[in-house]
């Protein structure tokens, strides 16, 4: 149980194009969605909190006009990098926490952005 | 400010070679300590979740073990299978469900 899916893999986009990354909890509802980015060698680095049926909550210094969440169901939350640049390459994951313990994250295998 | 500090940041076993990874945390409050393991872009995988002074979990040949200032991933007898990177991370009362992660310990283990 608790299997996240994320999706896709892996992309690679050009400067200026957005991208959309698809993150669903496929064996229990998510009452809570994270994203988050990691950069080689480095921690996971929170983005943003999302619920279901309400805005996300971002963190200090994340752009939410540049990635935009969307936490329609609560089986997916979407991200989408808008007007993506170079920098914005990195690998981006997202969790899953279930309801019934709020405790435990479940991640996604993530998904490797390039942007040229 | 709430930090996770793991080391080392590198560890090379032989298949056999039991050791320790360690965890230091600094947090207003300890909701719960958390160890992942994640392999070569993918995602973290759960392994334990710790949440008072003096507790422990196992799991196969891991073992997590937890203070009031760090916490040891133990690992008896490794196999090459084990080789992964090895993720801290600590949720404070304050912080509500989110994580704060260390930046991990990449564990090779060779046969």
């Known amino acids: 149980g608790a299997v996240v899916s994320q999706h896709p893999s892996w992309v690679i986009c050009k400067s200026g194009t957005s991208v959309k990354i698809e993150c669903r909890s496929l064996?229990?509802?998510?009452?809570?969605m994270f994203w988050y980015r990691q950069f080689p060698k480095q921690s996971l680095m929170l983005m943003a909190t999302s619920n279901e049926g309400s805005k996300a909550t971002y963190e200090q210094g994340v752009e939410k006009d540049k990635f935009l969440i969307n936490h329609a169901s609560l089986t997916l939350s979407t991200l989408t990098v808008t007007s993506a640049h170079p920098e914005d390459s990195s690998f981006y994951i997202c969790?899953?926490?279930?309801?019934?313990?709020?405790?435990?994250?479940?991640f996604g295998a993530g998904t490797r952005l390039s942007v040229l | 400010e709430d930090q996770v500090t793991q080391s080392p940041e590198a560890l090379r076993l032989q298949e056999g070679e039991s050791s320790s990874l360690n965890c230091s945390y600094t947090?207003?409050?300890?909701?719960?300590l958390f160890w992942y393991r994640q392999d070569p872009g993918k995602g973290p995988e759960f392994l334990f979740t710790?949440?008072?002074a003096g507790e422990e979990k196992e799991k196969e040949r891991l073992k997590a073990t937890l203070t009031k200032k760090e916490s040891f991933l133990h690992i008896t007898a490794p196999k090459p299978e084990d080789s992964a990177t090895y993720l801290c991370?600590?949720?404070?009362?304050?912080?509500?469900?989110?994580?704060?992660f260390g930046k991990g310990t990449t564990l090779s283990v060779s046969s």
């Open positions: 947090v207003s409050g300890l909701r719960g």
């Open positions: 969790s899953a926490t279930p309801g019934r313990n709020q405790n435990i994250q479940y």
């Open positions: 064996d229990f509802q998510a009452t809570t």
């Open positions: 710790l949440y008072s």
């Open positions: 991370a600590v949720q404070a009362n304050q912080a509500g469900t989110a994580l704060i």
